[in-house]
């Protein structure tokens, strides 16, 4: 392999890399805005400049040493760009002379000439790589005193981007990745020079389902979410680590959150599920229903319509209409986005003490929605999770025949909405003499249900969710409620977490919902068994000791390898260098 | 027994024992500050009137096209005491794309440090003359837009000495 030297450490790299990829596999970073390790390389923000050359030969070929014994280096006469020079053996680089320093300063100078100073209005402040080298590879000072060029500032591409044609530093990124990654090429740059901007061509619009990773990973704020734009500043808000419950694939996210409400999901890199980006489908919608027309707090429905009561009522009240039936006319239905734990609860609740086996999860399938990329037709977030667990499936339009079929009295449903505007359904319900709803938001089932109970949505809840290749992941509860109140560890920004009673500012909705492995639970408690379970680490640990698939597994070795494949845990996949081109720091 | 002699009052001549001369001199002392100026001041129907150095509560600065706040919420990042709350919008009608929604100062938090209109880009929040600030509940002690923004012209001297002196 070839070995280089880089400000006089030798590091050793796959033939055929570039300088800048050598320098990431082994923990270097050279200063870059244009690059990216999923995208072609462009070349053009020049940010990447370094010194390259060559030890000195002498007319004999042996390479030659100064009195010291120090290589006698041959420089280029000009620098490089790392980001397009491949190494070879025995190449000299230099990131931290003199020269190489003040190309930098220069090349920053040179960006920042047409760069408007939008910072206070720039959603990308806090976060942003010119901000961040400004500080690190820059000087400070401009000597341009002309007017600075101005652009179309708000120019939408399509229905979730929005382009700042001023702040754009021209590395085409966004045109590399709507070609290269989102498969639309419709964006170009136009115009020459200083004039240079990034348009759609005539007659289309950025509307891909991937468009919005281009707010990612554009190093500046010239792309902004519209779905997002000044909600608040990135310092003021909470990032924790999540995983989408969109589909399948389980892209791995971060919630970033406010006064307790989620206020937009970005994708966390994890080179195995989803690289660095995700769809805009999960990123806009999985955050609306966790927001709002929750259910929050314990129902019980008597003469009087519904009546509020505490946790520990509506479970007794659930255990007492239970042991009216034989076991067998009690079903339980999970939702597909139960956790791991949750599910593998409510099993231990249905086989161990109500001593049923009519245990489904409803199967979600939308075929309109899949792709070739991320996407999934399984919109169950946790399917195979569930199946691993040895829970059947049932298609949506067998639930009114399973019911009327097996005679079904007691229908227990945990984290789904099983009615969905279906008359047949609505109906089979409806002749039940009990049912039972743990859910998320209110709905058709809220409305005729005889106990609700609110429950935690995967923003509120710790779990681990195995997605579409049995790959194990672990995400982390963004929200507080009255239950999670005291889980250590989770991140919370400044105002969370100095925040007192008289400051409007922290009295976002603290909302009474449990997780479902937790209802399970008190419903096991009522009825005589108790599990014992702690927290979900406790659940998890039990699902490795009894479900195989599931060995030698922990929420920590989930954390560290970024997920374990089922049966495959004693041999994590490496996950090589996770590239991070900037965020909020710190985080 | 202790008996303690010579103490002060023992030492006194015939004529401090009398009393007469201090009193005088006392009188006379209240008779030359009587003719002085006053130094006090029947407040609050008078009122002291601070210089532009003063850091008084802190207030938006209101512009007839509207506030200059752009709500980039940097005084809410600076503030040591939290007591800032900013939330933006958007606009499509006035030059400046981005307004406050909403801005609160809890006036229980403020310390009056004034870092805020340090920090301000826009000169949008500057400390007023205003000294007596009094609520009678806690909630009336947050201020909002409408008691914050106050008209440019009322706060030309504070423009002035920050322009001078920032």
């Not at chain 1, 970005?266 to 995700?278: C, D, F, G, L, T």
């Amino acid at each position: 392999m070839p070995v280089i030297t880089i400000d006089g450490v030798k590091i050793e790299a796959q033939p055929g890399k570039t300088i800048i990829e050598a320098c990431l596999e082994n923990g270097i970073t050279i200063p870059h805005f244009c690059w990216h390790p999923s995208l072609s390389v462009a070349g053009n923000c020049r940010m990447c400049l370094v010194n390259v050359g060559s030890q000195k030969k002498s007319p004999e070929g042996t390479l030659e040493v100064d009195g010291e014994g120090n290589p006698v280096i041959m420089w280029m006469p000009k620098l490089q760009i790392a980001c397009a020079t491949p190494i070879s053996d025995g190449m000299f680089v230099s990131t931290k002379d003199d020269k190489t320093l003040t190309a930098q300063n220069s090349v920053m100078e040179f960006i920042l000439i047409n760069h408007p100073l939008d910072c206070p209005i720039c959603d990308e402040a806090g976060q942003c790589k010119l901000q961040e080298y400004a500080y690190k590879f820059s000087k400070g000072e401009s000597r341009f005193d002309d007017i600075k060029n101005h652009k179309d500032k708000r120019v939408a591409w399509g229905p979730q981007v929005m382009f700042d044609g001023e702040r754009c530093i021209s590395c085409s990124r966004c045109i590399r990745f709507a070609t290269e990654i989102a498969n639309q090429p419709v964006l170009s740059f136009v115009q020459r020079g200083d004039h240079v901007t990034i348009e759609t061509f005539e007659g289309t619009q950025f509307d891909s389902p991937y468009s919005m990773n281009v707010i990612d990973i554009c190093p500046v704020g010239a792309l902004t979410s519209i779905d997002f734009r000044f909600k608040a500043r990135v310092w003021d808000m909470s990032f924790n680590d999540s995983v989408c419950p969109g589909c399948s694939r389980g892209c791995n996210i971060k919630v970033g959150v406010r006064d307790n409400e989620i206020l937009r999901l970005e994708p966390r890199a994890n080179p195995i599920v989803n690289k660095y980006w995700m769809c805009d489908a999960g990123r806009t919608t999985q955050y609306k229903w966790v927001n709002a027309n929750r259910v929050s707090g314990s129902y019980i429905r008597s003469d009087k319509g519904l009546v509020l009561a505490d946790a520990d009522t509506a479970y007794t009240a659930i255990a007492k209409a239970i042991k009216q039936y034989k076991s067998d006319e009690v079903m339980i239905v999970v939702g597909g986005m139960l956790s791991n734990e949750d599910v593998y609860t409510v099993k231990k609740l249905a086989s161990e003490v109500i001593h049923t086996n009519r245990l489904v999860v409803v199967e979600r399938t939308d075929t309109g929605f899949a792709d070739s990329f991320l996407r999934t037709a399984d919109r169950n977030a946790n399917s195979h999770g569930i199946a691993s667990l040895g829970i059947t499936s049932i298609k949506p339009n067998e639930i009114a025949d399973y019911i009327s079929k097996n005679h079904i009295k007691a229908l227990l449903v945990l984290g789904d909405e099983i009615i969905r505007g279906d008359e047949a359904i609505l109906s089979a319900v409806k002749s039940l003499s009990f049912f039972a709803l743990a859910t998320f938001n209110e709905c058709q089932s809220t409305e005729i249900a005889n106990v609700i109970i609110g429950s935690a949505t995967y923003a509120e809840s710790e779990g681990t969710y195995t997605n579409i290749t049995d790959r194990v992941q672990h995400f982390t509860p963004a929200i507080v409620t009255k239950e999670n109140m005291r889980i250590m560890g989770m991140k919370m920004s400044r105002l969370d977490k100095f925040g007192a009673q008289n400051d409007r500012w922290t009295q976002g909705d603290k909302r009474d919902c449990k997780q479902h492995w937790r209802i399970a639970q008190g419903i096991a408690e009522a009825l005589g068994t108790n599990f014992g379970y702690k927290n979900s680490e406790s659940v998890f640990d039990d699902i490795v000791k009894h479900v195989t698939g599931y060995n030698h597994m922990s929420y920590d070795a989930l954390d560290s390898h970024l997920g374990l494949t089922l049966n495959h845990a004693q041999h994590p996949e490496s996950l090589g260098v996770i590239y991070e081109s900037h965020t909020l720091k710190p985080n | 027994m202790n008996v303690t002699t010579n103490t002060a009052a023992q030492r006194l001549t015939f004529w401090e024992k009398l009393y007469l001369p201090e009193i005088v001199k006392g009188l006379v002392s209240t008779l030359k500050t009587m003719a002085k100026p006053s130094m006090t001041r029947r407040y609050p129907e008078e009122r002291w009137e601070p210089l532009g150095s003063y850091r008084g509560r802190p207030v938006l600065v209101q512009e007839e096209s509207g506030e200059r706040c752009v709500a980039c919420g940097l005084c809410s990042r600076v503030c040591p005491a939290l007591a800032i709350e900013v939330r933006a919008a958007e606009t499509m009608e006035r030059d400046k794309e981005r307004y406050p929604d909403l801005f609160e100062i809890n006036m229980l938090r403020c310390i009056y440090c004034g870092f805020c209109e340090e920090v301000c880009p826009e000169e949008a929040i500057v400390m007023s003359k205003d000294y007596d600030i009094v609520f009678h509940s806690q909630e009336a002690a947050i201020f909002g837009k409408d008691q914050l923004l106050t008209p440019v012209a009322r706060l030309q001297e504070r423009l002035e000495f920050l322009r001078q002196y920032k």
